[in-house]
């Protein structure tokens, strides 16, 4: 495969850029407005634009020569309502799940070898656990990708353990992997105390949201506080997020 060149991967970039910017501001913007709030030369924005709306993905007002976003872009993922968890549901997943707990809350996502957080809100105790969206974890070794591991077929498990000790992750402890992933199996969840992060605890549990693919809820904070209420909130995490799976 060629490498994309850079020119190529900035494009991107600021392709995605603006459909956040959208999803961010819901309103109309001019070229100069999108120019300053994703810093990028006017002249490549204005490129950028006359593509976009060249393929009806952007539509021009010239009465203020401003530009929107079209609804072709939402019809390309209308499969994706098939899925038996939205955004929103999962947004309001993390909202409940906090009010209840006070704890840190994330939502996450497999990305290769690591699980990337897709939503998150942090605790409300004056010591709590931090995770911004973006942030990843390693799938190996960690609550949440020991969550997710557990729905996989042991094949495509070991597969990964493989890809992972050729990308030099030599820390990996096989047996205790497998020990974690049998456990969650048979417990429907994933905790752990003090190993991925020193004092803080999380418990995971996956949720499906299609054929093969799952999203992972968590809750951390003080190992402390997450141990004594364990029971509490895995009870929540079944009730709450993996109920929101059931038609």
Not at 32 to 55: E, F, N, T, V, Y
Not at 167 to 177: C, F, N, P, Q, R
Not at 202 to 228: T, Y
Request: hydrophobic share 40%; net charge neutral; proline share 2%.
């Amino acid at each position: 495969m060629t490498p994309a060149r850079p020119n190529t991967m900035r494009s991107v970039r600021r392709c995605f850029e603006l459909m956040e910017l959208f999803d961010e501001t819901r309103q109309a913007l001019s070229a100069s407005d999108i120019s300053r709030k994703i810093d990028a030369p006017l002249s490549s924005i204005m490129d950028l634009l006359k593509c976009l709306q060249d393929l009806g993905y952007i539509a021009y007002d010239s009465r203020d020569r401003t530009y929107f976003m079209t609804t072709r872009l939402a019809v390309l993922g209308h499969w994706m309502a098939e899925s038996k968890i939205s955004e929103k549901s999962y947004l309001a997943i993390i909202e409940e799940l906090h009010e209840k707990t006070r704890e840190t809350v994330c939502v996450f996502w497999q990305d290769n070898l690591a699980m990337k957080c897709v939503a998150s809100k942090r605790g409300s105790h004056p010591l709590s656990f931090n995770m911004s969206v973006g942030d990843t974890v390693p799938t190996l070794g960690t609550a949440v990708g020991t969550a997710l591991l557990a729905q996989w077929e042991d094949s495509d498990i070991f597969k990964l353990i493989k890809k992972a000790s050729h990308h030099g992750e030599s820390s990996i402890d096989e047996k205790k992997i497998l020990r974690a992933i049998n456990k969650t199996r048979k417990d429907g969840y994933c905790c752990t105390y003090d190993e991925y992060m020193s004092e803080v605890g999380a418990i995971a549990l996956a949720v499906p949201v299609m054929i093969n693919q799952w999203l992972v809820f968590s809750v951390g904070g003080s190992s402390k506080r997450i141990k004594k209420e364990e029971s509490n909130i895995v009870q929540l995490l079944r009730s709450i997020a993996l109920e929101a799976t059931i038609k």
